[in-house]
């Protein structure tokens, strides 16, 4: 899922340096940095689920729930 729903803009390691990345409005973040683990996992899967600013939702394209969740715990092992 993260390599195909995520890594073009967020990167492979989570650090916001994906190839889409410099296209974007707004740097997509990078989930290695303190201030992004200090989230919740309701607030990650929430964004993922709905989208926010340049990020789209995701709700259509990962519809199950679970799949949404696997992606937090996944971001939550980016270092």
């Given at each position: 899922?993260?390599?195909?729903?995520c890594a073009s803009c967020h990167g492979k390691?989570?650090?916001?340096?994906?190839?889409?990345?410099?296209?974007?409005?707004?740097?997509?973040?990078d989930f290695t940095k303190a201030e992004f683990?200090?989230?919740?996992?309701?607030?990650?899967?929430?964004?993922?689920?709905?989208?926010?600013?340049?990020?789209?939702?995701?709700?259509?394209?990962?519809?199950?729930?679970?799949?949404?969740?696997?992606?937090?715990?996944?971001?939550?092992?980016?270092?």
């Amino acid at each position: 899922l993260w390599g195909k729903h995520c890594a073009s803009c967020h990167g492979k390691a989570g650090a916001g340096d994906g190839t889409k990345a410099a296209t974007l409005k707004t740097h997509p973040g990078d989930f290695t940095k303190a201030e992004f683990k200090g989230q919740s996992d309701g607030a990650i899967f929430y964004k993922t689920s709905e989208g926010r600013k340049d990020m789209p939702s995701f709700k259509k394209k990962i519809p199950d729930a679970d799949d949404i969740w696997s992606l937090v715990n996944y971001i939550r092992t980016l270092k």
